[in-house]
């Protein structure tokens, strides 16, 4: 009896950026552990999950995806960046496989069906809230050969009847026991080694939660997921973390909405102390932090602060403007009574910073800009970003009550504004230009402490000096300008390039000549001349302790090759002997910390340590990464590697300041296809 062949099912996901290496496909991984845990489907069918980075063309995926046998079933991940390129290649499908099917999920396109069946009459489905069931249903439908359009047994779905009508099945609930959803990572659904035996992503992502309590104008979050928090169990949880551990990752991202809104998120922060106490790794947390501080959230700071467990903190404010935020559904917040946090974090000595939404209606020019300033003086980046409107929104769902002209990105499904009612089209590129300088120099650190530098000794607010960078590229003769230029003018709608800027500045030799340029050319004539040297060697910090890449020279100092050092299981590039004038690293902490520095030219000699494997993280938009890979102390090295676990090298602190011997030995949202 001839064996009866399985049916293929291709999971489709597509990450933002292009990278060395890729974004974890977390959506996938769920959906494949969810379908293989039922017996029938992992007998039946073969699943493969294809996950291509942000660079990969059109061609590049349609012969990745279809060169071979071509699938039964078509699975997409979808989200504004991939929304085109993903329905193209379906129409691509449909040409190889009339008869198979093709499913589109994500929050881009749950109730949103009969927008995709007209633009993309090629997709089947579509599924509306948490896939994970949903799918492994349709895989069951697809067995029985029940046809594409007799689907109203599956909840949670749209798809087309026999007339072409769409049809929306009721809302499947919610998932209430989300231990039911096996671990993508447990299971070996998810590859998690490249062929050397690596962890093959950027970092490691991670739910311990679903849900959001919050109905913000301008986010899905709490629609896609609910509004009612469920969370994994601990159990569950520490057995991911171990097995992150042994994998040797560096950062765990949670894809949470408000990690420490829960009492029992600070099991999980007990938890990963406890792992990587044990094991050496994981080194870092980064997450969405609730919006709402709570006891719970301090008692989660405290234990990270005494672990030395390193993370950003966020102010997610999104606008400082008491009107904007009324239209934003968030005037209640708590989390706009932000100063004195913000002083007790920096007291704490973590890293913090904002968020900003530019283009919210009630926001005017003046009020982000007064905003955005009074945010410099307290945290050490702030995130600004265009306002998209993304669907199933307040601000997408009444454009017109709130007066917004908008357009679709040239390479993506987003909506871009243009004009709001409180700010003109001329406005908007007034202040998309400033965006795109905001992102790229200050909230990606390409510059860190040099505007702090400025605003206390110079009497330059952070969003001037910036100001002052633009219009210095624009007006400018520098040969390295030209791609910065065109970088920034492609910005002017809201869709720039900023990749490439961001990759330049950090890889590019010829940047560091032309931010030396602008600073003599458009700064230091405006400083006072008693503190130009001190704020010259502020200035030249940054620009020594950027990320050290392979690009830049190869990892290359100016006098040769930077020898490679072991910290407690993880590579450093080590810069030896840097010699300063000024004790720049003790005059950034004491303004950090509101105390009088010593401004006196004292010189200082110092090792500074960078992280290798940066390459990533210059070529994506991801500031929280790129913290990481700044050159740092030995000191801070050190406690970044507390509990770096038994047997592991620790060449750098095995003889003083420096080693006796100089070279020993980066969302997509998980719950839709």
Known sequence: MEKKRRALVFLVQQGVWEMPLESMPLASGYLKATAEADDRIAGETEIVIRNF????????????????????????????????????????????????????????????????????PEVDVVVNGEGEFAFRDLLHAYLDRVPRTGLGAVEGISYRDPEGSTVTTPARKRIADLDEIPSPFLTGALEMTDEEGRFRYDVALMETNRGCPYKCAFCYWGGAIGQKVRAFSRERLRAELEHFAKLRVHTIVLCDANFGLLPIDVEFVDALIDVREQYGFPRALETSWA??????????????????????????????????????NRRNMKVNDWEDLADWLVGEGF???????????????????????????????????????????????????????????????FEYLLANETVSFRQNQQMQRFLFWARVLAEMAVLRHTWAGLREFGGISQSEALRSFGRWVEETDDPAAPPLRAAMESAIAGTGDLVAAISFLYTDPAAESLLRRWWRESVRNRVPAARGPVLDEIFEYDLLTRPVCEQRGGGMAEDGALPVVEVRGEDYYLRAGVELRYDVPGIIAAVRAG??????????????YYKTGAESAVNSTNHETIVHFMGMSKAAVLANAAGGGEGRGDSASQAGDRPENGNPGEPSHPATP
């Open 595 to 608: 105390a009088e520095p010593d401004l006196r030219a004292r010189p200082v000699t110092l090792d500074l």
């Open 53 to 120: 980075r942000g660079g990969k063309t059109l061609s590049g995926m349609a012969n990745t995806l279809f060169s071979g046998r071509p699938p039964d079933v078509l699975a997409f991940s979808v989200l504004g960046w991939n929304y085109r390129a993903f329905g193209a290649l379906a129409e691509t499908f449909k040409q190889i496989n009339p008869a198979g099917w093709v499913v589109f999920g994500g929050t881009h396109v749950a109730e949103q069906a009969e927008r995709v069946f007209r633009m993309f």
């Open 291 to 328: 919006k709402n501080k709570s006891k719970t959230f301090y008692e989660i700071v405290r234990k990270m602060k005494q672990a030395d467990l390193r993370s950003s903190f966020t102010l997610a404010l999104q606008t400082l403007d008491e009107g904007a935020l009324e239209r934003m």
């Open 351 to 413: 890293d913090l910073y904002a968020e900003l939404i530019w283009g919210a209606p009630g926001e005017t020019i003046e009020s982000f800009m007064e905003g955005y300033d009074k945010l410099a003086r307290r945290v050490s980046r702030i995130a600004c970003y265009p306002m998209l409107l993304l669907p199933n929104t307040d601000y997408s769902e009444k454009k017109e009550e709130f007066g917004l002209i908008t357009v679709r990105g040239d390479h993506d499904d």
